[in-house]
């Protein structure tokens, strides 16, 4: 059974840092990109990251580029968000989904989702 | 960015009703489109990818169509547990993005 577990949420001052973790099972980590989704409390979902299954190609939103950094260790079957610079706005759930590209389109789709881990930044 | 609109932002429904739901791309994403169930307090949930195609295991009462800008996502004969949140999104070009959600509840 495909799996993702996020771990690594918490309590954080403004301008303190996280490290999420996504760690995967079931499937072979190293052959698909991933991504990053966040939830802020009540509102819609946001995309904020991705990186291709080498590692080579990362991706962000505009409202986190220069303070989140993407990453992932395929020896670890795991997927990392570095996140620096928090700010009152960045408290969400954050998702990590995992893509499949399809022979059809250009991107790929985030077919597989983890519960979430929540980050909270606050004074 | 592309930016995605869905319609309505809410919608009522009853048990047993046919719904359409709609998204569209400020620019053409080709098929590249994506539609996600989310009920309170859970992970979305992959339904529909390439515009049109079931993911394994969706029922077939889900469906998607559409493609450049227009989509819609219909959901047929409404069961209890069809009411959630609905959100499109296009991973054509970075930044992905989404809608801003369709919450679909009974009537």
């Known amino acids: 059974e495909v799996q993702l577990l996020e771990s690594g949420g918490g309590l954080v001052q403004p301008g303190g840092s996280l490290r999420l973790s996504c760690a995967a099972s079931g499937f072979t980590f190293s052959r698909y990109a991933m991504s990053w989704v966040r939830q802020a409390p009540g509102k819609g979902l946001e995309w904020v990251s991705a990186?291709?299954?080498?590692?080579?190609?990362?991706y962000y939103a505009d409202s986190v580029k220069g303070r989140f950094t993407i990453s992932r260790d395929n020896s670890k079957n795991t997927l990392y968000l570095q996140m620096n610079s928090l700010r009152a706005e960045d408290t969400a759930v954050y998702y990590c989904?995992?893509?499949?590209?399809?022979?059809?389109?250009?991107?790929?789709?985030?077919?597989?989702w983890g519960q979430g881990t929540t980050v909270t930044v606050s004074s | 960015d592309i930016q995605m609109t869905q319609s309505p932002s809410s919608l009522s429904a009853s048990v047993g009703d046919r719904v359409t739901i709609t998204c569209r791309a400020s620019?053409?994403?080709?098929?590249?489109l994506a539609w996600f169930q989310q009920k309170p307090g859970k992970a979305p949930k992959s339904l529909i990818y390439a515009a049109s195609s079931l993911q394994s295991g969706v029922p077939s009462k889900f469906s998607g169509s559409g493609s450049g800008t227009d989509f819609t996502l219909t959901i047929s004969s409404l069961q209890p547990e069809d009411f959630a949140t609905y959100y499109c999104q296009q991973y054509n070009t970075y930044p992905y993005t989404f809608g801003q959600g369709t919450k679909l509840e009974i009537k």
């Open positions: 620019q053409g994403i080709s098929n590249d």
């Open positions: 989904a995992k893509g499949t590209k399809r022979p059809s389109t250009v991107g790929a789709e985030m077919d597989v």
């Open positions: 990186i291709s299954a080498s590692g080579a190609g990362t």
